[in-house]
C-alpha cells in the first residue's frame, strides 16, 4: 500500500489531490484540497502554501504528511511566469483648468463668460466689465445673493457663479437676472482667479452643448488650431454633463507631454515584425497569428508598452535569479478596451473615457525551478519528493475521470495567469500550448473599464450576477426576475446595483447601471476566453483544423464561472465538437485536474 500527492502549482491556486495504491495496484482517491499560491509560481516560495495544501488534505482522512511516501509535482511547465497586464494608451497630461461635474442642483442656465473673480473682491469689480464669480462654502447664500443684485446694479456683468456649497438653486431664487450657477465644487481654492473662464448649466432635461466640442471651446475662447488640439480631452470629459466651467490658463501655462503608447517589436527566427499599440487588438493579434515561433516580443523604449515588457521581464528575472537576456516573452493577448483618465487640470475629479488596449503577456525562462522547489519541499516534510509529468499531459489524465470522456481528449485549461491546452491521444502522443490571458484579465478589464481602482470588488463583480435595489423591499435581478422581501434590506443598498454573491449583497459605489455593468462583464469574458479557446485549440489540433478535435473538457477555475463555460461552448458549437465542463473523479467539477493527473500517473 502506497499513499501518493499529487501537487498542481498554478499562478492563482495550488491544488492537491492524495490517493491511495493498494497492494492488488488498485487506486483508490482519498481527498483533496485548493490553497492559495504563495509567492511566483515556479519559485521556492510556493513551498509554503504546497505544505498548507498538503495538510489540509491528509488531514480530511485522519492522516498525517509523513504518512505519505511520495508527492510528485508537476514538471516545469514552459511557463512558469506570472502575466503582466496592463492598459496601454497615449497619456496626455495638459495643465489646464476644468471643472466639470453633474451638480444634482446646478442653478439658472446658459453659457457665460468672464473673467474670474474671487467673491471677497466683489466690491472692486468694474462696470461693463464681466466677470464669473467664485464663492467659497463660507459665504453663504443669503450673503451671496443680496451683493450680486447690488453689483449688477451698478452695471458690473455677472455671468456666471463658481459655489462651493450646494446652494446653487438658493442663489439663482434670489438675484435678478438668470445666470448659470455650478455649485458643490469641492476644490474651489484650486479655481485660478483673474483668469478667462466660461460656464455653461444645461437646462432642465438637457445636456451641454458648448463646452463639451472642441470646437465650441474653440470658438468661445478664439484659440487657434494648434490650442485646439489640447482642449481636445477637455471637451471629451464633459460630455454628457449637466453643468461645467472652462478656465483658459494664460498661454505658455498649457503645456503637454505625451507618453506614446508605443510599439511591439515580435521576434521570430527570420524577422522582426513591428506594430503600433495604437492600430488596436485585432491587428496586433492578426499579426500575431501569423508568426510562427515567436522567440521573443518587445516594447519600444520610452513608451508605455516598452515600460510595461521589460518590466515583466526584470521581475521575472528578479524571482527566478535568471539573467534578463534569457527571459523571453513568447505570448501576449491584445484587448481593445476603454478607461476613465483622470483629466489634468480637473477640479472635482473629472475623468474622459480613452481608447486602450489591454496587454497580458507571457514570459518564459529556461531555467528548471523546479527542482529548488521539489528539493524544499523534500528537506521540509521528509517525504520523497519527485516531479513528475508535463502540466498538460497531466491535466488531459485527470480530466479523463470526468465520466463521458475518452481518448483521443482535449482540455481546454482556463486558469488565473494562462489559457493552456493539451491533445492527448491513444498512442499517449501530447501537443500542448500556453497563452497569456484568462481570469485575472477579465477581472482587471473589469476594474479599469469601471474605473473601480479596486481588484477586490471587480473579482466579485466577475463572478456573481448583480441586481438594482428598486426598493427596501425588492430587487430586480440582471435577468429581468424581481424579487421580493419581507424584511426592509438595509438601507445603504437603496438605489444601488449590488452583487448576489449567495445570500449576502454587495453594493456598487458607482453610478454605472446595472446593464452597463452586465456588458462591460460579459464582452470581458467573451474577449479573453473565447478569443484564447480558438487561439489555444487552433494549434493543439490536428493539422491546425479545430474541427479535428473529437471532445473537449473544459478545466480550471474559470470553467467555474457562471457563463464563460456556455460561452465558449457556444462559440465552439459551430466546429460540431463535444465540449463541456469537466467533472474530476466525478465529484471535482473542473478543478484538481493537474494534482489527479499527477495521481493516476503513478501507476
Ligand atoms: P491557476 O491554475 O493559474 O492557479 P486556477 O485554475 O486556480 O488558476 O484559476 C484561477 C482563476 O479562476 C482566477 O482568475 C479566479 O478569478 C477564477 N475563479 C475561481 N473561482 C471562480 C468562480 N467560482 N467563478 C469564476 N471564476 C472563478
Ligand atoms: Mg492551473
Known amino acids: ?172 431664487n434670489r438675484i435678478n437676472k438668470t445666470i448659470p450657477i455650478v455649485d458643490e465644487v469641492k476644490y474651489i481654492d484650486k479655481v485660478p482667479l483673474g483668469m478667462p473662464c466660461i460656464l455653461e448649466v444645461a437646462d432642465t432635461g438637457k445636456t451641454i452643448q458648448t463646452l463639451s466640442n472642441p470646437y465650441g471651446i474653440a470658438s468661445m475662447f478664439n484659440l487657434t488650431p494648434e490650442q485646439t488640439k489640447y482642449v481636445v480631452p477637455i471637451a471629451k470629459s464633459l460630455i454628457g454633463n449637466r453643468s461645467a466651467v472652462v478656465i483658459k490658463t494664460p498661454s505658455g501655462e498649457v503645456k503637454e507631454r505625451v507618453i506614446p503608447a508605443g510599439k511591439l517589436y515580435i521576434k521570430s527566427q527570420k524577422h522582426i515584425e513591428t506594430i503600433d499599440i495604437d492600430s488596436g487588438a485585432e491587428e496586433i493579434m492578426n499579426l500575431l497569428s501569423k508568426i510562427d515561433n515567436i522567440e521573443d516580443i518587445e516594447g519600444e523604449s520610452g513608451t508605455n508598452i516598452g515600460g510595461m515588457l521589460s518590466n515583466v521581464k526584470s521581475n521575472m528575472a528578479y524571482l527566478t535569479g535568471e539573467a534578463i537576456e534569457n527571459i523571453k516573452i513568447k505570448d501576449i493577448l491584445a484587448i481593445d478596451t476603454v478607461i476613465p483618465l483622470k483629466v489634468r487640470g480637473g477640479i472635482a475629479e473629472e475623468t474622459a473615457m480613452e481608447n486602450a488596449v489591454a496587454i497580458a503577456a507571457m514570459v518564459k525562462t529556461d531555467r528548471l525551478p523546479m527542482k529548488k522547489i521539489a528539493e524544499k519541499l523534500q528537506a521540509e516534510t521528509g517525504v520523497y519528493v519527485e516531479i513528475a509529468g508535463v502540466e498538460a499531459v497531466m491535466a488531459a489524465l485527470g480530466a479523463l475521470t470526468t465520466p463521458g470522456t475518452k481518448l483521443p481528449i482535449a482540455i481546454l485549461d482556463m486558469g488565473g495567469g494562462s489559457t493552456d491546452a493539451a491533445l492527448l491521444d491513444e498512442k499517449g502522443t501530447v501537443k500542448s500550448i500556453h497563452l497569456a490571458g484568462a481570469g485575472e484579465l477579465v477581472t482587471m478589464i473589469i476594474n479599469s473599464e469601471m474605473g473601480l481602482s479596486n481588484r477586490t470588488i471587480a473579482e466579485e463583480i466577475k463572478k456573481h450576477p448583480l441586481a438594482k435595489v428598486e426598493s427596501l423591499y425588492q430587487i430586480r435581478v440582471e435577468n429581468g426576475y424581481t424579487k421580493f422581501f419581507d424584511e426592509p434590506l438595509r438601507p445603504e443598498l437603496y438605489g444601488r446595483v449590488v452583487i448576489l454573491k449567495g445570500e449576502e449583497m454587495i453594493p456598487i459605489l458607482n453610478d454605472m447601471s446595472m446593464e452597463k455593468i452586465v456588458e462591460i462583464r460579459k464582452v470581458a469574458k467573451k474577449k479573453v476566453f473565447v478569443q484564447n479557446a480558438l487561439r489555444a485549440l487552433s494549434i493543439i489540433a490536428p493539422m491546425n483544423n479545430i474541427r479535428n478535435i473529437p471532445n473537449i473538457v473544459l478545466v480550471g477555475g474559470s470553467a467555474l464561472d457562471f457563463e464563460i463555460p456556455e460561452l465558449v461552448m457556444e462559440e465552439l458549437s459551430k466546429y460540431k465538437i463535444v465540449c463541456g465542463r469537466g467533472n474530476i473523479r466525478k465529484v471535482e467539477g473542473p478543478r484538481n485536474a493537474v494534482a489527479t493527473g499527477l495521481v493516476i500517473s503513478y501507476l
Open 1 to 172: 500500500m502506497k499513499l501518493i500527492a499529487g501537487v498542481d502549482i498554478g499562478n492563482s491556486t495550488t491544488e492537491v489531490c492524495i490517493g491511495r495504491i493498494k497492494d492488488d495496484s488498485s487506486l483508490e482517491f482519498l481527498s483533496s484540497s485548493m490553497v492559495f499560491t504563495t509567492g511566483a509560481k515556479g519559485t521556492a516560495e510556493n513551498v509554503k502554501g504546497i505544505i498548507r495544501g498538503i495538510e489540509e488534505a491528509v488531514s480530511k482522512v485522519n492522516l498525517k504528511v509523513s504518512d505519505i511516501d511520495i508527492i510528485r509535482i508537476n514538471e516545469a511547465a514552459p511557463v512558469i511566469g506570472d502575466t503582466a497586464m496592463e492598459t496601454i494608451t497615449e497619456t496626455i497630461i495638459t495643465e489646464s483648468t476644468m471643472i466639470g461635474h453633474n451638480p444634482k442642483t446646478p442653478g439658472g442656465f446658459g453659457i457665460g463668460k468672464g473673467i474670474t473673480l474671487h467673491f471677497d473682491h466683489i466690491e472692486k469689480a468694474e462696470a461693463n466689465k464681466q466677470y464669473i464669480l467664485v464663492i467659497p462654502e463660507y459665504i453663504p447664500f443669503d450673503v451671496a445673493a443680496p451683493a450680486i443684485n447690488n453689483a449688477l446694479k451698478k452695471g458690473v456683468q455677472i455671468n456666471g457663479a463658481i459655489v462651493q456649497s450646494d446652494e446653487a438653486v438658493l442663489i439663482s
